[in-house]
């Protein structure tokens, strides 16, 4: 989030609201219903970073300040990907915007979580391995400042698993053979009578 709103109550007719880095907008506006009840919304400020305003009261020169923490941004572009892979999940992602201090993945299968990986500002991929084929699962990346966070998430599945025969047929009175292999061949032999 890449703003905040402040409320707070002057004794007098009007505030100045003074921040510490001036290159910041800010819009105040009084509360029609309760005199003295102002909001103040300041935009273009960074995602996850931690401000300090200041307000000051025009009437007695009152000062207050106020220490606000905006909320991180999520992670943009997450995708969950097998690729072929009948055991493993491959997550991407363009990282996060703003400050951040860690990355939290979880990964999700049926109600049941795995537990929480905690990855670097940087890291913009994680392999989840061992995982079983066929399944659906979810992953869940959050940006993680101070005790904010923020959450984005997808799904995918694991490549199936696929049964392969090997199937061994004859021409005679017996019954055919089969077995599970890697690969699907089928043989036929013809039994001769050599008498």
């Known amino acids: 989030m890449d703003y905040c709103v ?3 109550t002057t ?3 009007s505030c100045s609201f003074i921040m510490t880095d001036a290159s910041h907008f800010t819009s105040c506006s009084e509360d029609e219903e309760r005199p003295h009840r102002y909001t103040c919304r300041i935009v273009g400020l960074i995602p996850g970073e931690t401000y300090v305003f200041e307000i000051i009261s025009e009437m007695d020169g009152a000062r207050l300040n106020i220490t606000v923490q905006t909320d991180p941004a999520p992670v943009t572009s997450l995708t969950l990907q097998s690729k072929g892979s009948q055991d493993s ?3 991407v992602w363009t990282p996060a915007v703003g400050h951040m201090e860690s990355y939290q993945l979880f990964l999700s299968h049926s109600g049941s979580f795995d537990p929480a990986l905690t990855l670097p500002p940087d890291a913009s991929h994680w392999l989840f ?6 399944h659906v699962y979810q992953v869940s990346v959050k ?3 101070g005790e904010r966070t923020a959450e984005s998430r997808t799904t995918a599945r694991t490549g199936k698993k696929h049964e392969h ?3 061994i047929a004859h021409a005679g009175r017996h019954k055919p053979l089969k077995t599970t292999y890697h690969y699907r061949y089928c043989m036929t032999y013809a039994y ?3 008498k």
Do not use: H, M
């Not at 391995?129 to 066929?134: E, K, S, V």
């Open 143 to 145: 940006t993680k400042s």
């Open 6 to 8: 402040i409320n707070f």
């Open 165 to 167: 025969e090997l199937c």
């Open 192 to 194: 001769l009578n050599n």
């Open 89 to 91: 999940l491959e997550a």
């Open 11 to 13: 004794p007098g007719k």
């Open 129 to 134: 391995r061992g995982l079983t084929p066929g």
